[in-house]
């Protein structure tokens, strides 16, 4: 590889070529195969993530989203461990499950009722499905380059041009299913009213309020307002995923903060407060028709697991305490104007992107949409990223990803890291 290493990671390497025997490219999950070889970790505490070769990283990564409070919390952490006290599998109801489900509902203006799972994935799975077997329609919309997990129907490629017919982008998924989804990109609200007009099929919409998977792309001015006029005008339903925007721009996620309430919601990540678990919720007359009180079928052995749902508590408990909304976009508003003089100052022509406490710097002009994000220069990034990352940076391999801020930076993590980011930029 063109780009290698100058810190020590010798373990790490060596213990990459031992899981690929066992493991397809050596990892449970794609992101993490960081060429020429990821980094092996050992611990995590607070904002700092340590390798298997001894060298310390400020996260920025924060396991992809759910570490809003940090790694190792130690609230969450005693909530886990007094769960565990008392068993953590039961296959029975919990009071504590309907009590976190009644503090989330209390929370999103879109939820009245919901259910539990265990990820992202399951829950806009499940989400597509009540959607449907509410409405008796078959296809629905998803915007290009949105990621809602790792099923079916959402795997397809974005199309190049306005919309498009779906054609999976996986091997292994039958165009029959794929059939059914449809494409349209992000701010264009032109080409979803051509392609809300052009089929009655359509059961719903489902969207990332604010583009988490391409980095954070923005809504712009009046766009979720007028997707949510449109879904209601084609009598079709508006599913937002905020697996990612949820509890992390607002205690009520992308829909508190924009103030666009959707018919259903899906949420992950941050609620588990680093334990697996999804949700989907949503109006009470389209929740109400999920297995057992309706017919639209859904089970999960893990869902409502007791630790994550007592993890999902203490998450909730330090967010209220901390008032962590205020703070942490706070604290993003900074890094933001910040990482922008740095740019600036440089003559750079990149863009610093970012909401609440999400960041990005685009290696390009300030994308709209997917097609915009394809232009940016995606292997100057991943330079960049191996030089913060042997500078003791830990920030996201991808240009298509986002960058988190957590409760437990400090002011002098962020000043080390714009120390930094201006010596790699
Ligand atoms: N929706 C969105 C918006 C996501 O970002 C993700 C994961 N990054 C998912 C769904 C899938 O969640 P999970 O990985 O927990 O299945």
């Known amino acids: 590889y063109w780009c290698d290493y100058m810190v020590n990671l010798e373990k790490s390497k060596s213990m990459f070529e031992k899981a690929r ?17 990821p980094f092996y970790t050992e611990k995590a505490s607070g904002c700092r993530i340590t390798d298997v070769d001894g060298n310390e990283y400020i996260d920025y990564c924060l396991g992809y989203g759910p570490n809003m409070l940090g790694h190792a919390n130690p609230v969450v952490k005693q909530a886990i461990s007094d769960q565990l006290e008392k068993g953590w599998l039961y296959g029975t109801p919990t009071e504590s499950e309907f ?38 329609k078959n296809k629905f919309v998803k915007i290009e380059g949105g990621f809602h997990g790792a099923h079916d129907s959402v795997l397809v ?93 607002a205690m009520g996620g992308a829909q508190e903060y924009y103030g666009v309430t959707p018919d259903l919601t899906t949420l992950g990540k941050i609620i588990g407060g680093g334990m697996p678990i999804g949700v989907f919720g949503g109006r009470k007359d389209i929740i109400e028709m999920i297995a057992p009180s309706g017919s639209v079928y859904q089970a ?63 290696f390009g002009d300030m994308p709209a949409n997917y097609q915009d994000v394809l232009k940016c220069d995606k292997e100057g990034y991943f330079n960049f990223f191996h030089k913060m990352l042997d500078q003791g940076i830990f920030i996201p391999p991808s240009q298509f990803e986002t960058n988190f ?21």
Do not use: W
């Open 21 to 37: 025997e066992y493991l397809p490219g050596g990892v449970s999950s794609p992101v993490r195969a960081i060429k020429p070889h």
């Open 99 to 136: 009590k976190l489900a009644e503090r989330i509902a209390a929370a999103y203006p879109g939820i009245d009722m919901l259910r539990f799972v265990s990820t992202g994935t399951e829950a806009t799975m499940s989400a597509l499905r009540a959607a449907r077997g509410y409405t008796g």
């Open 157 to 249: 490629k974005a199309g190049s041009g306005a919309s498009t017919l779906g054609k999976p982008d996986s091997l292994g998924v039958p165009q029959d299913f794929t059939k059914h989804t449809l494409q349209t990109p992000y701010n264009d609200i032109e080409a979803m009213t051509e392609l809300l007009e052009s089929s009655d099929d359509i059961a719903a919409v489902i969207m990332e309020p604010v583009m988490g998977n391409v980095g954070p792309v923005l809504p712009q001015e009046g766009y979720l307002e007028e997707v949510r006029k449109l879904t209601k005008e084609y009598d079709t339903l508006l599913i937002f995923d905020e697996v990612i925007t949820g509890f992390r721009l």
């Open 300 to 362: 999960g052995t893990f869902s409502g697991h007791p630790a994550s749902v007592a993890a999902g508590h203490a998450v909730l408990d330090v967010l209220e305490k901390e008032n962590a909304h205020d703070k942490l976009n706070a604290m993003g508003q900074n890094v933001r104007s910040r990482l922008s003089e740095i740019v600036t100052d440089k003559g750079l022509d990149y863009s610093v992107s970012g909401v609440g406490s999400m960041f990005k710097i685009f």
């Open 405 to 425: 801020l957590s409760l437990a930076h400090t002011e002098d993590d962020l000043e080390a890291t714009f120390e930094t980011y201006e010596a790699c930029l």
